[in-house]
């Protein structure tokens, strides 16, 4: 069994005290006889270290902007406050104030919690109503704007190529010359035939 | 062109309402729920997994059941509508293909992350071949991440308390 403290089973939730270990990483879960294998990794034992701020020297150390009576150890590296060893969170591999991490001032594009992807909109709009054709009549400019609009726009953090905005862009415009063509030609083919039939 | 942050670790694995698939970023691991039209991302940082489950689970047996029913349901009608032994055969080959893919794919199983404020699910694992390959590959890269964390040793056990003193029978004049 690994040493550490104690653990739920991750069907029924219950803590694993009571659990049957077949060997040193499976075992069975004696509440809802779960068979698992559990791979522990460092941070189970590991013990937090609680910051400890230093005593300022009056008229030498600079202080922290929180704490008058702390010495400032730290800069964050948003807003430039200088912070005592307390106030210094490490955030997202930056050294972050609490009133920076408060306003998410200082949250990377990469931290995004989701992301609208415009490339799905415009090829769905682009491409689906191919098969009911007299609908691109309205969908091809819609489906253009989205490419136009989603072109500058944050992409999918994982797959963020440009892909299906130039499939769909290309399938808009060509139905869209499609239209005018079909316009143009219905036009001038009734002038003409008006003319002969003059 | 956009530098990439980001590593696939699973396939895209088809859900009911969506896509889900698991990355290896920097100094995290992400996990995307896709629906085609929006993406949202959880993130779970390296040096914060205290350690991984896997359960075992009867998804494998239930797709059987599933392919089997069907097909024999097909077949059923298919011999009743022609007598062509042929036909029968074309259709039971077709539902078999799955069939054999999904036992080709091994025993279901379930996936966890251990953190210390959750235990998150991973849905993009759920046969136990790729979870062993999964756990391969990021094994070593959550123990790099975690290198400077040394294991505390448990405290030790302490004294077995020495039994009370026997309680005096007061004295009786």
């Known amino acids: 069994m690994p040493a550490g403290p104690a653990l739920s089973c991750p069907k029924c939730q219950r803590k694993l005290d009571a659990v049957s270990w077949h060997d040193e990483t499976s075992g069975i879960c004696l509440n809802c006889h779960t068979d698992f294998q559990f791979l522990p990794f460092p941070a189970l034992t590991a013990r937090s270290v609680a910051a400890v701020p230093g005593a300022a020297v009056p008229a030498e150390d600079a202080v922290c902007f929180f704490h008058a009576e702390n010495k400032a150890e730290v800069v964050c590296e948003s807003c430039g406050r200088f912070l005592c060893a307390v106030c210094a969170i490490d955030f997202a591999g930056q050294k972050l104030c609490p009133s920076c991490i408060a306003t998410k001032k200082a949250r990377p594009l990469q931290e995004d919690k989701s992301r609208v992807l415009y490339g799905g909109f415009a090829i769905a709009l682009a491409g689906g109503p191919m098969i009911l054709w007299p609908m691109t009549a309205v969908t091809a400019p819609v489906a253009l704007g989205y490419v136009i609009y989603g072109w500058r726009r944050p992409r999918s953090l994982v797959t963020p190529s440009r892909a299906r905005l130039v499939i769909a862009g290309v399938l808009a415009v060509l139905q869209i010359v499609g239209w005018l063509l079909f316009l143009g030609l219905l036009l001038f083919g009734t002038h003409k035939t008006g003319r002969v039939k003059l | ?173």
């Open chain 2, 1 to 173: 062109m956009a530098q990439r942050l980001y590593t696939r670790l699973t396939p895209t694995r088809h859900l009911l309402g969506g896509f889900a698939s698991l990355w290896l970023g920097p100094d995290h691991l992400l996990q995307v729920h896709s629906t085609g039209y929006t993406e949202s991302y959880s993130r779970i940082y390296l040096r914060e997994i205290k350690g991984i489950f896997v359960t075992s689970s009867d998804r494998k047996h239930y797709i059987t059941l599933v392919w089997a029913l069907i097909g024999l349901a097909v077949l059923f009608i298919v011999m009743l509508s022609s007598k062509s032994m042929l036909a029968s055969a074309i259709t039971a080959a077709v539902f078999a293909v799955p069939i054999v893919w999904n036992h080709l794919l091994g025993p279901g199983c379930r996936f966890y992350i251990v953190t210390g404020v959750q235990t998150a699910p991973v849905e993009a694992v759920v046969r136990w071949p790729r979870a062993q390959k999964f756990l391969a590959r990021i094994q070593p890269v959550i123990e790099a991440a975690q290198a400077d964390l040394a294991p505390v040793a448990p405290p030790p056990a302490e004294p077995a308390a020495a039994p009370p003193p026997p309680l005096s029978q007061p004295a009786v004049d």
